[in-house]
């Protein structure tokens, strides 16, 4: 069983940056992961995904201003977010899968592991 705990969110300004930091109770290596986000009153979204390998997976409007990252070691997956907007403001998750395909199609209901999530707020 995986566990997921993200830190690293807050209030920001349109234009800051923030990097929001996710610790997973396993082997990195072992799994596709990703961050999603949900604004109030929307669906779920994906925003970036890493797979075993480190190939990385960008929403388009987030590529460009986004980075997602691991650290195989400290078993934390990291996504540094810049030029931050008004509609980036969401609950931001970390989600684990076991299957390669989750990486690329970038469902959610591919992944079966997910952390608590972690607020943004841009005004």
């Known amino acids: 069983h995986v566990q997921l705990v993200e830190s690293g969110g807050g209030s920001v300004q349109s234009g800051e940056s923030l990097r929001l930091s996710c610790i997973v109770s396993g082997d990195l290596s072992r799994y596709c992961l990703a961050w999603f986000r949900q604004a109030p009153g929307e669906k779920r979204e994906g925003v970036a995904a890493?797979?075993?390998?480190?190939?990385?997976f960008y929403a388009d409007s987030m590529k460009g201003r986004f980075t997602i990252a691991k650290d195989n070691a400290m078993n934390t997956l990291t996504l540094q977010m810049n030029s931050l907007k008004l509609e980036d403001t969401a609950m931001y998750y970390c989600?684990?899968?076991?299957?390669?395909?989750?990486?690329?199609?970038?469902?959610?209901?591919?992944?079966?592991?997910w952390g608590q999530g972690t607020q943004v707020t841009v005004s």
């Open positions: 989600a684990a899968a076991t299957t390669v395909v989750a990486c690329v199609t970038g469902n959610e209901r591919d992944f079966a592991y």
């Open positions: 890493m797979d075993s390998e480190g190939e990385t």
